[in-house]
């Protein structure tokens, strides 16, 4: 699936059953949580977030976007497992793909990211 823009990604997490799927993917979530906290996927995680902080946004709007796909996230989560740090975890990293779609730098590792989700596992 090709994503390109802000209403690409906007599309996908709204789409029925796409936050269900993630989640229903995870037997345990104290050792998925620790599997995040793993060296190589923390430092790859950071590494993109401040590469993409770096930049800047292209349309100031974006950034109102991005922080409304990421509350979007949040709840949306938050009201399926009543886990506001699995809330956060998943919201994270969506925000981190809407930033990183909205700054035209959506590709190696957080493209990858992303399409964790799409197939409907949590990215570890």
Known sequence: MKIETLSDVRKIIQEAGFFEAVIS???????ALDERDNEKFDKAWVDCFNELNALTC??????????????FSFKKVFSIVRNSEIAS??????????????KANFKGWVAELFEAYLSGEFPR
């Open 25 to 31: 993917s995870v037997s345990d979530w104290d050792e």
């Open 89 to 102: 975890y998943i919201s994270d990293d969506i925000g981190l793909v809407a930033d990183a779609v909205s």
């Open 58 to 71: 292209g349309d100031m709007a974006d950034e109102k976007i991005v922080k409304d796909l990421r509350e």
